[in-house]
């Protein structure tokens, strides 16, 4: 493999765990928001904003953190037959399937996109009460999207490398 290739792929995967590694804290984040809604519920006036900005909590969390995921190898995946292939093997059918998922974020990113312009451009809002704008947490999509793109070229890389008898 080109030097420039392995430097993108250590560039991408420490990037993407740097990263990972905060936004796990998100789930903190989000509990707290969730508590409290529910102390507010209780206790004082129920608030607006806590189920909205807990489920937009919740996106950053899978989002941003979906690439740290995928470099850690921690999807899920049908363990039938992958158990008891070679490596070999298993970095041919993770090309296959990584190759699949560069058309899948391709298209996501695409109407992530559009859907972001959308809402910079009409000032888009939520139609709940408490009517949130829309453009941050679309933001933050399209990056997650992005890194998600960048990280399966890295392991897409990593399984060509791995074909070739090589290590990155």
Known sequence: MPQALKTFVRAIDAFN???GRITMYLIFVMMG?????????????????TLEMAQFTMTAYY??????????GAHVRMDLFYGNWSDRQKAFADA???????FYLGV??????ES????????????????????PIKIIMCIGIFLMLLQSLAVFLKDIAKLRGEEL
């Open 63 to 72: 989002l941003i953190g979906g690439p740290y995921a995928l470099q850690a």
């Open 96 to 102: 296959l399937t990584v190759a699949c998922l560069f």
């Open 33 to 49: 928001i969730l508590l409290w809604s529910s102390f507010s519920k209780t206790f004082l006036l129920p608030s607006l904003w």
């Open 17 to 19: 765990r740097g990263l």
């Open 116 to 135: 972001t312009i959308y809402a910079l451009k009409y000032a888009e809002r939520s139609y709940s009460a408490w009517r949130p704008y829309m453009s």
């Open 108 to 113: 996501l990113l695409y109407g992530g996109i």
